[in-house]
């Protein structure tokens, strides 16, 4: 928004300087950028007065002027046409330096000497174009400064707004701010409407089929108008603030719009088919052209501004091409409405057409500026353009306006600002910027009124931001915060689910994490059956696709889909887990959360490399990994099943894996339709546990034995077994019958083959013998070792090789 001090002055009294008022506007929130100083340094630019006017002897297009300065006579070469002999011009004597740095010399021009140069507004910086020298009105003494005598000197300011601040784009509404800042009076334009014509109600009418959209539309009618150039006064104010001059009518729009924060729009009455306004959206794939001279496609969420044919205006945008302001137009509809800020910022949005009408009813008008502002364009088209208003005014106003009421608590005020404010003080801030306020309560409490220009107003810290900023920024003192530090211990699951992300990482995994959404489809993927309880998902009440329309059951499809789009980014070798909760339903509305460590394998066994293992991971591969995390957690004693049920792990080549008869998770390679599902071109291994379960058999703290100081003996065992007889039997065969003095047991070797008989298989193990208290003999552990085989021999019928 850009205003002069000259102009803010006609509103309000206050006797600052530039620089102030700049450091007091940007103190109160309103961000001044720039301040441009008019005519200032250009006293050197003086009125002159025209003695003759002669053709230049050696060039057709100039002209040899001789002015009077009011001290002396000087000749001045010109190049433009417009001027004669009697006029008063503006004068750049030597030595002036003009906007753009140009500075002014004594010269000589094709052969004559030029004391100086005649000046047009566009070289003074008054204006972007100018068809010739600057032509100033009589009455002016010579040799005074331009920019003092024509009363030009002023101040331009450019004060950056945040979208919340509508009101302030225009300059009664920063004047209103001057006024709160400098404890002064804020004066309205008076306005005087005389009307003489008939009645507006027999010559006009305006309809409003979207009260939604237009709460309000308001239209006067002034016959008989006269459409010509603007008087130089308010040519001069709008260039000011860079807007260019049009004609008289529509440049008093445009004041109106920038002194009062009020768009308005002229039609040509007579070019207004039935004479006559509706208020409606627009018909889908209709065209219509702008005043730009562009053709836009409208759809059927536009709002127009219709006569009784079609639209002649975008609502709150443009108006069109069918009902501009002509030179021959006599007869003028005035416009003045507001449009909800949602729907002139969708189709200015969509269009591509951004004015200076829409940037403000982007952000909101004043509702109750429309009567006001319709008024004083009235008259002044009366004063500047002529002709005679109709008696009356349209005002479609079918819900009108009602204020806002917020209660403000002056003690909250003075908690949250932390400086001493009295009620009455309080109340005064919210005065001076248009709030009204009743008395306070017994418990400080004032109700406030918001207006119609405030409505970023909703909230009581809305009031009391105001309150701080019009009381002063600088009043608040710098206070440290005031709060308590709590130490934060995590519990023991958090421990714990943290102890297991840390060996899955060790072991050479990456984290990976899903939506906890998934979608019922993924129950069919990977296969679980009819009947099987994980189909029971929770269903999300507002879901974004279907895709994700129920809760997860399970981590595995959500994991093997993540493995499908690594693969097709070709990337091969992969280790991934996921350590998160599942939602399982449960009775009513007491669902369960219990955590599932889900991991997957596929690929290569190590990375490329040189002497690198290159052959693809296996169960083996998985299931070392699955023993590592239960070594770390402490359970020693779980029980690998080969007879695993899960319908996407392969039934052959997977097993449960059980903890003093619970049931801790699975383990396998996934069954190869479930790979064929997911469009897997290599073998997947896969493992889940129960992280309850698991916890609930770990083995709390950690435990420790002392190492023996004396040195140990093996004893390599091979026996025949039948095959169906699991390699973890035998084990725990070996370990039921080892003494207290065996260290460890491993089993080291399995073979079928040539020398095995049919439907037997071979396994080798090896024993760890070392005593504390002493060296062991051969002969003791012989024995022992016997011992082992023998019971090996009863209990499973195996035959020593």
């Given at each position: 928004m850009?205003v002069t001090t000259n102009w803010?002055?006609?509103?309000v009294?206050f006797?600052?300087d ?5 450091h007091?506007l940007t ?6 950028e720039s301040?441009?100083h ?5 006293d050197?630019?003086i009125?002159a007065?025209?003695i003759t ?7 057709d297009r ?7 300065t009011?001290?002396?006579?000087l000749?001045i070469?010109?190049?433009a046409?417009?001027?004669?002999a ?18 002014i ?15 047009s507004?566009?070289?003074?910086g008054?204006?972007?174009e ?20 024509l009363g ?11 979208p ?14 001057v ?7 804020l ?5 005087s ?11 006009t ?12 539309y308001m239209a ?5 108008a006269?459409?010509g150039?603007?008087p130089q ?7 000011s603030?860079?807007l ?20 308005m ?7 207004l ?18 005043l730009?001279g562009?053709?836009r496609?409208?759809k ?5 501004i219709?006569?009784g044919?079609g ?12 009902s501009?302001?002509?030179e021959?137009?006599?007869?003028i509809l005035l ?9 002139v ?7 591509g057409?951004?004015t200076?009408?829409s ?7 004043d509702?109750?500026m429309v009567?006001?502002?319709?008024d004083?364009a009235a ?6 353009a ?5 008696r009356?005014s ?6 009108p ?7 403000l ?9 932390g400086?001493d ?13 248009g709030?009204a306020?009743?008395p306070?309560?017994?418990?400080g ?10 409505p970023d107003?909703?909230?009581e ?6 309150v701080?900023?019009l009381a ?14 709590l ?5 023991p699951?958090?421990?714990?689910v943290?102890g297991?992300r840390d ?7 990456s ?8 979608s ?5 993927q990977?296969g ?5 309880s994980?189909?029971?998902?929770i ?5 974004l696709?279907?895709e994700?329309?129920?809760m997860?059951?399970?981590?595995v499809?959500?994991?093997?889909q993540?493995?499908?789009g690594?693969?097709?980014y070709r990337?091969?070798d992969?280790r ?6 599942v939602?399982?339903r449960?009775e009513g ?5 219990p ?8 690929g ?8 690198s ?5 296996d169960?083996y591969?998985?299931k070392?990994v699955?023993e590592r ?11 690998w099943?080969?007879?695993g ?7 052959g080549?997977?097993?449960?894996i059980v903890v003093?008869?619970?049931l ?6 996934v069954?190869p339709?479930?790979?064929e ?12 546990l129960d992280v309850?379960?698991?916890r609930?058999?770990a ?9 023996s100081?004396?040195p ?8 025949l077994v ?15 019958a080892?003494?207290?003095?065996a260290?460890d047991i491993v ?5 079928c ?9 071979s396994?080798?193990?090896r ?10 003999t051969?002969?003791?552990i ?6 082992i ?8 019928g195996a035959q020593?090789?």
């Amino acid at each position: 928004m850009i205003v002069t001090t000259n102009w803010l002055r006609e509103f309000v009294d206050f006797d600052g300087d530039a620089a102030d008022l700049a450091h007091r506007l940007t103190m109160a929130g309103l961000e001044v950028e720039s301040v441009d100083h008019i005519g200032q340094d250009l006293d050197s630019v003086i009125v002159a007065r025209l003695i003759t006017v002669d053709r230049h002897p050696d060039a057709d297009r100039l002209t040899v002027c001789r002015v009077d300065t009011g001290s002396e006579e000087l000749q001045i070469v010109c190049g433009a046409t417009n001027h004669r002999a009697g006029d008063l011009v503006a004068l750049a004597q030597v030595g002036s330096v003009l906007p753009g740095n140009f500075k002014i010399k004594k010269s000589k021009i094709r052969g004559q000497v030029s004391m100086g140069m005649l000046c047009s507004e566009k070289e003074l910086g008054l204006s972007e174009e100018a068809s010739g020298i600057m032509i100033l009105p009589e009455g002016l003494e010579p040799g005074r400064p331009v920019f003092e005598a024509l009363g030009l000197k002023d101040t331009r300011l450019e004060i950056g707004l945040t979208p919340n601040r509508p009101d302030c784009l225009s300059v009664i509404g920063v004047a209103r701010e001057v006024a709160a800042l400098y404890g002064r009076k804020l004066k309205f334009p008076s306005v005087s409407v005389v009307e003489q014509g008939p009645d507006i109600g027999g010559e006009t009418s305006v309809t409003i089929e979207e009260p939604e959209h237009c709460p309000r539309y308001m239209a006067r009618l002034i016959r008989g108008a006269k459409i010509g150039p603007s008087p130089q006064w308010l040519v001069r104010r709008l260039e000011s603030v860079g807007l260019r001059s049009v004609n008289n009518v529509v440049d008093i729009t445009n004041l109106v719009m920038l002194e009062l924060g009020q768009p308005m729009h002229a039609f040509d009455f007579n070019l207004l088919r039935g004479g006559r306004i509706v208020v409606r959206r627009a018909e889908e794939g209709s065209r219509f052209t702008t005043l730009d001279g562009q053709e836009r496609l409208l759809k059927g969420t536009d709002l127009v501004i219709c006569d009784g044919e079609g639209p002649v205006a975008l609502a709150g945008i443009m108006g069109g091409e069918n009902s501009e302001i002509r030179e021959e137009t006599t007869d003028i509809l005035l416009e003045s409405a507001y449009f909800r800020p949602t729907t002139v910022r969708r189709t200015s949005k969509r269009l591509g057409i951004h004015t200076e009408s829409s940037h403000r009813f982007e952000r909101g008008t004043d509702i109750e500026m429309v009567p006001v502002a319709l008024d004083r364009a009235a008259a002044l088209v009366v004063e500047l353009a002529g002709g005679i208003v109709c008696r009356g005014s349209i005002d479609a106003y079918p819900r009108p306006f009602v204020p806002a009421r917020i209660d403000l608590s002056s003690e909250r005020c003075r908690d949250v600002l932390g400086i001493d404010l009295d009620t009455e003080a309080i109340r005064g801030h919210l005065e001076s910027i248009g709030v009204a306020t009743g008395p306070a309560a017994a418990d400080g409490v004032i109700a406030c009124t918001v207006p119609s220009f405030r409505p970023d107003l909703e909230r009581e810290i809305d009031l009391v931001e105001e309150v701080a900023r019009l009381a002063g920024y600088d009043r608040i003192p710098v206070t440290m915060p005031e709060t308590r530090i709590l130490a934060s211990r995590p519990n023991p699951l958090q421990n714990f689910v943290r102890g297991l992300r840390d060996q899955m990482v060790a072991s050479g995994f990456s984290e990976v994490i899903n939506y906890s959404f998934i979608s019922p489809a993924a129950f069919d993927q990977v296969g679980l059956a009819a009947d099987d309880s994980r189909r029971d998902a929770i269903a999300i009440l507002n879901p974004l696709t279907e895709e994700q329309s129920v809760m997860r059951t399970t981590l595995v499809p959500s994991l093997l889909q993540t493995v499908t789009g690594n693969l097709a980014y070709r990337s091969l070798d992969l280790r991934l887990f996921e350590l998160r909760p599942v939602f399982l339903r449960g009775e009513g509305e007491e669902h369960a959360e219990p955590c599932r460590l889900t991991a997957v394998m596929t690929g290569r066994r190590s990375p490329l490399g040189w002497a690198s293992d290159q052959n693809a991971v296996d169960f083996y591969d998985l299931k070392g990994v699955v023993e590592r995390v239960l070594s770390a957690a402490g359970v020693e004693n779980a029980v690998w099943l080969a007879d695993g049920e899960e319908p996407y792990l392969h039934p052959g080549k997977s097993a449960r894996i059980v903890v003093d008869g619970e049931l801790l998770g699975t383990a396998g390679e996934v069954h190869p339709v479930v790979q064929e599902k997911y469009g897997l071109e290599q073998v997947v291994y896969l493992f889940e546990l129960d992280v309850e379960v698991l916890r609930k058999h770990a083995r709390e703290g950690v435990s420790f034995r002392e190492l023996s100081r004396f040195p140990d003996l093996f004893r390599d065992t091979a026996i025949l077994v039948d095959e169906e007889i699991s390699a973890s039997r035998v084990l725990e065969v070996v370990k039921t019958a080892i003494p207290r003095f065996a260290e460890d047991i491993v089993l080291f070797d399995l073979y079928c083959g040539k020398g095995v008989p049919e439907g037997k298989k071979s396994l080798a193990f090896r024993v760890r013998y070392r005593s504390k208290e002493g060296t062991l003999t051969d002969e003791e552990i012989n024995r022992v070792h016997d011992k082992i085989v023998r019971r090996l021999e009863k209990d499973l019928g195996a035959q020593i090789r």
